[in-house]
């Protein structure tokens, strides 16, 4: 008797032990089973018009210590958009751009880490600089901003490379001196330095540049143009920033500064004057009546000024659409995008795409803060003393003044969004992100409004900073050439007079033509048809 109990206390005992033993393991599961679940991580809203392949695949490594940011998609009405960016430690992502249009997040080539958040579609865009560890400029890829471009380099005989894209087009070609650049939609720029002077070519036309003057410590450069057998001259002044010169509209006259307040002021009374008044009309017009509607009343100048700005570069638009189908059908008839009947100008733009009023507000805002610029800079009475000049150097060039972030695309240029080229046409419209160039003198860009066939409206896009200068440029010489049609048709049709239209000379006097351009700029399209003829050879070759 005394055995059996002896066995049943041990066996209560062992019972509980394993009691004991189970305790731990029954609060673990309890534990686990009420504790909050582990986060992933957070779902990124993509940005308008970008596919998800956006995101390089070496950016979510086990090294980034942080949940990749999440951004709200903003619209490109210039409202404000806000966004929350997670802080990433030991990210090391090489030779890629990641970045979402509003807030922004960027590893550019060299090693500078931005964040940008877009507060509007003029300035108030903030951005904080930090240094990062980055890549060698020399190990990047053909592209801009770090992308790399698919394509392949060929080598010339005699010297010289080329960059080929996948479809056999030529992207660019650098030969004895002379740089050729063929945009996606084939338009091409040609650049050489010969004798002193910079030979541009763009299309049909271009112009000859070389320096003029220097004074108070800024140099002045002349540029000779020559397109459709027009030639003019205009005075441009250097910036040197961050290595590179960059080139800046200088007026060759001023208007008092009387007239530049009437420009920004706004009217007493609305002008109500219609299309055909204001000299618009033509196939341009009702090819793009669908994406731009001219306002039907101006509260005050600088409205009317958005409008003419706007219709000249649809002008300009409209011709080079044009141009380039003829060219197309001179090439090869069944490639062109005419019917097979021929045809005398493009087929009409689509009327699902259209300038909105919030970036077209963007616009007018940037006129009117320039006409307030012109009148504190104009002279006033006889003198032509104008604003002072001060060193070139270290001066930041227009194109990257954190108070100006609308351009509006002058002329056909190619942009870089998610590794791939698009177009922007003129008309198009864009608000710069950064302020500091990469190592491809790119900055980043949310294209704001754009037409068919163009760059998507909402992506953010790598443009090169001359490209920006350049349109700057033109915006500044539209405002005068408007400001000249407003000084003829003050006091008719119902619009106010103006105050003294007269004009001041410049400080920097406008030179005479350069009477060498036209056969420099001929000669220089010669010697580019005869390179691209054998880099058509040789690519040719080398793909055998």
Same mark, same amino acid.
């Given at each position: 008797?005394?055995?059996?109990?002896?066995?049943?206390?041990?066996?209560?005992?062992?019972?509980?032990?394993?009691?004991?033993?189970?305790?731990?393991?029954? @609060?673990?599961?309890?534990?686990?089973?009420?504790?909050?679940?582990?986060?992933?991580?957070?779902?990124?809203?993509?940005?308008? *018009? /970008?596919?998800?392949?956006?995101?390089?695949?070496?950016?979510?490594?086990?090294?980034?210590?942080? %949940?990749?940011?999440?951004?709200?998609?903003?619209?490109?009405?210039?409202?404000?958009?806000?966004?929350?960016?997670?802080?990433?430690?030991?990210?090391?992502?090489? +030779?890629?751009?990641?970045?979402?249009?509003?807030?922004?997040?960027?590893?550019?080539?060299?090693?500078?880490?931005?964040?940008?958040?877009?507060?509007?579609? =003029?300035?108030?865009?903030?951005?904080?600089?930090?240094?990062?560890?980055?890549?060698? %400029?020399?190990?990047?890829?053909?592209?801009?901003?770090?992308?790399?471009?698919?394509?392949?380099?060929?080598?010339?005989?005699?010297?010289?490379?080329?960059?080929?894209?996948?479809?056999?087009?030529?992207?660019?070609?650098?030969?004895?001196?002379?740089?050729?650049?063929?945009?996606?939609?084939?338009?091409?720029?040609?650049?050489?330095?010969?004798?002193?002077?910079?030979?541009?070519?763009?299309?049909?036309?271009?112009?000859?540049?070389?320096?003029?003057? !220097?004074?108070?410590?800024?140099?002045? !450069?002349?540029?000779?143009?020559?397109?459709?057998?027009?030639?003019? !001259?205009?005075?441009?002044?250097?910036?040197?920033?961050?290595?590179?010169?960059?080139?800046?509209?200088?007026?060759?006259?001023?208007?008092?500064?009387?007239?530049?307040?009437?420009?920004? *002021?706004?009217?007493?009374?609305?002008?109500?004057?219609?299309?055909?008044?204001?000299?618009?009309?033509?196939?341009?017009?009702?090819?793009?009546?669908?994406?731009?509607?001219?306002?039907?009343?101006? @509260?005050?100048?600088?409205?009317?000024?958005?409008?003419?700005?706007?219709?000249?570069?649809?002008?300009?638009?409209?011709?080079?659409?044009?141009?380039?189908?003829?060219?197309?059908?001179?090439?090869?008839?069944?490639?062109?995008?005419?019917?097979?009947?021929?045809?005398?100008?493009?087929?009409?733009?689509?009327?699902?795409?259209?300038?909105?009023?919030?970036?077209?507000?963007?616009?007018?805002?940037?006129?009117?803060?320039?006409?307030?610029?012109?009148?504190? $800079?104009?002279?006033?009475?006889?003198?032509?003393?104008?604003?002072?000049?001060?060193?070139?150097?270290?001066? !930041?060039?227009?194109?990257?003044?954190?108070?100006?972030?609308?351009?509006?695309?002058?002329?056909?240029?190619?942009?870089?969004?998610?590794?791939?080229?698009?177009?922007?046409?003129?008309?198009?419209?864009?608000?710069?992100?950064?302020?500091?160039?990469?190592?491809?003198?790119? =900055?980043? %860009?949310?294209?704001?409004?754009?037409? /068919?066939?163009?760059?998507?409206?909402?992506?953010?896009?790598? =443009?090169?900073?001359?490209?920006?200068?350049?349109?700057?440029?033109?915006?500044?010489?539209?405002?005068? +050439?408007?400001?000249?049609?407003?000084?003829?048709?003050?006091?008719?049709?119902?619009?106010?007079?103006?105050?003294?239209?007269?004009?001041?000379?410049?400080?920097?006097?406008?030179?005479?033509?350069?009477?060498?351009?036209?056969? %420099?700029?001929?000669?220089?399209?010669?010697? @580019?048809?005869?390179?691209? $003829?054998?880099?058509?050879?040789?690519?040719?070759?080398?793909? $055998?």
């Amino acid at each position: 008797m005394s055995s059996l109990s002896h066995r049943g206390n041990i066996l209560r005992q062992l019972s509980w032990v394993l009691v004991l033993l189970a305790i731990p393991a029954w @609060a673990r599961s309890q534990h686990e089973e009420h504790a909050p679940k582990a986060q992933s991580a957070p779902h990124r809203s993509e940005p308008a *018009h /970008q596919p998800a392949s956006h995101q390089p695949a070496s950016h979510g490594s086990a090294s980034h210590g942080a %949940a990749p940011s999440h951004t709200s998609t903003p619209s490109h009405t210039g409202q404000t958009t806000t966004g929350h960016t997670s802080t990433s430690t030991g990210h090391n992502t090489a +030779n890629t751009s990641h970045t979402t249009t509003g807030t922004s997040h960027t590893t550019t080539p060299g090693g500078t880490h931005t964040t940008t958040n877009s507060r509007g579609a =003029v300035g108030g865009t903030h951005t904080t600089v930090g240094s990062r560890p980055g890549v060698n %400029a020399s190990n990047r890829g053909a592209g801009a901003g770090g992308h790399a471009l698919p394509g392949k380099t060929v080598a010339l005989k005699g010297g010289g490379t080329a960059n080929i894209r996948p479809n056999g087009q030529i992207r660019s070609v650098d030969r004895n001196g002379m740089h050729i650049e063929r945009g996606v939609g084939g338009q091409r720029t040609v650049v050489s330095e010969r004798g002193g002077a910079r030979i541009v070519t763009t299309g049909r036309g271009g112009y000859v540049q070389r320096t003029y003057m !220097v004074r108070g410590g800024a140099t002045y !450069v002349s540029r000779t143009y020559v397109v459709g057998g027009v030639t003019r !001259v205009g005075v441009y002044r250097s910036y040197y920033y961050g290595g590179h010169a960059y080139y800046g509209f200088h007026p060759g006259f001023w208007y008092h500064p009387g007239f530049y307040g009437w420009g920004w *002021h706004p009217w007493g009374a609305p002008v109500y004057w219609g299309v055909g008044a204001w000299g618009w009309g033509g196939p341009w017009f009702g090819f793009y009546g669908g994406w731009w509607n001219p306002y039907p009343y101006y @509260a005050a100048p600088y409205f009317w000024l958005t409008d003419y700005l706007i219709s000249e570069n649809l002008q300009a638009a409209y011709a080079a659409r044009a141009e380039a189908n003829a060219d197309a059908i001179a090439a090869d008839a069944q490639a062109s995008s005419y019917s097979s009947g021929g045809g005398s100008a493009p087929a009409p733009a689509s009327n699902a795409v259209v300038l909105t009023p919030e970036v077209k507000q963007a616009i007018a805002e940037e006129v009117k803060a320039q006409l307030e610029a012109q009148q504190s $800079q104009a002279p006033t009475g006889a003198s032509n003393a104008g604003p002072a000049p001060t060193s070139a150097n270290g001066q !930041v060039p227009p194109a990257l003044d954190p108070a100006q972030r609308t351009f509006v695309v002058d002329t056909t240029v190619t942009a870089v969004g998610n590794g791939q080229e698009c177009a922007l046409t003129s008309g198009d419209v864009v608000t710069r992100l950064t302020d500091t160039p990469d190592g491809d003198q790119m =900055v980043s %860009a949310s294209v704001s409004a754009t037409k /068919q066939g163009d760059c998507p409206s909402g992506q953010t896009v790598s =443009v090169k900073v001359d490209d920006l200068q350049e349109m700057y440029n033109h915006f500044q010489e539209q405002i005068t +050439n408007g400001m000249g049609e407003l000084a003829k048709k003050q006091g008719t049709n119902g619009m106010p007079a103006a105050p003294d239209t007269a004009t001041s000379p410049s400080d920097v006097p406008t030179p005479p033509p350069d009477d060498t351009a036209a056969k %420099a700029l001929q000669d220089q399209q010669q010697q @580019a048809d005869q390179t691209e $003829q054998q880099v058509k050879q040789d690519a040719a070759s080398s793909a $055998q």
